[in-house]
């Protein structure tokens, strides 16, 4: 069972390159989520997808834009990286319920030089 | 606004040791709580859930009891073991978009 599948697993940018982290599940979750992980903050949400077609913004979406290209898959793209957004990026999918567990990817780790 | 405020960690035990780590949540409504650990290298994965008051979710000898009372979720495990050393996180849910993280706590057991 593949569940979350996120690439790249590491990624080194220079400051003002851009790329696009992939994500894909097989559960047929209508609900997608990019959060973002750095020491000591949790994890806060950049952009979430409550189903295919809609996105929305979360607490920290500057510098990021997504695409939701169908019901399995939800990119996440910086287009001009900045040392701050060196951090280590999860998408994760549910059910769209109040009670639905979160299922995670195994992260991006990306670095900005 | 809503939020999650987990203790502090690093936190250090030994084996067989009693763990309590300590959740308090504020939220408009009613959420559902969750318990997340994440194990060194991987993405987070659920480790139990309640969805409401008085709810005990336990999983893995690891429990917490929702206390609407209190605002509260502590995870607690009577016997912790060297395999249970990892980051755990206490989470809210109130509706679709809306799943708040604390900052999470590092726990470490030494045989």
């Known amino acids: 069972n593949a569940g979350v599948t996120q690439t790249p697993k590491f990624q080194v940018l220079k400051t003002g390159q851009s790329m696009t982290l992939q994500c894909a599940q097989d559960?047929?979750?209508?609900?997608m989520y990019w959060y973002r992980q750095d020491p000591g903050m949790g994890l806060r949400l950049i952009y979430y997808?409550?189903?295919?077609?809609?996105?929305d913004k979360g607490e920290v979406p500057n510098g990021y834009n997504v695409s939701r290209l169908n019901k399995r898959e939800f990119s996440l793209r910086l287009e001009s990286a900045a040392p701050s957004q060196t951090s280590v990026y999860f998408c994760a999918s549910s059910e769209a319920v109040r009670a639905g567990e979160l299922f995670f990817g195994e992260g991006s780790r990306l670095t900005v030089l | 606004g809503n939020s999650v405020t987990q203790m502090e960690g690093p936190v250090t035990l030994s084996e067989e040791a009693f763990l309590t780590i300590n959740c308090t949540y504020t939220?408009?409504?009613?959420?559902?709580l969750f318990w997340y650990v994440q194990y060194p290298g991987e993405g987070l994965q659920l480790l139990l859930k309640a969805t409401k008051a008085d709810d005990k979710g336990s999983n893995k000898g690891f429990e917490a009891t929702y206390r609407k009372e209190t605002t509260s979720f502590h995870l607690e495990k009577g016997s912790v073991q060297v395999s249970d050393s990892a980051v755990y996180f206490c989470?809210?849910?109130?509706?679709?978009?809306?799943?708040?993280f604390g900052a999470g706590t590092r726990l470490t057991v030494k045989p």
């Open positions: 559960m047929n979750h209508n609900s």
């Open positions: 989470a809210l849910r109130l509706n679709n978009n809306d799943m708040r």
């Open positions: 939220a408009t409504g009613y959420p559902s």
């Open positions: 997808s409550a189903s295919e077609g809609t996105t």
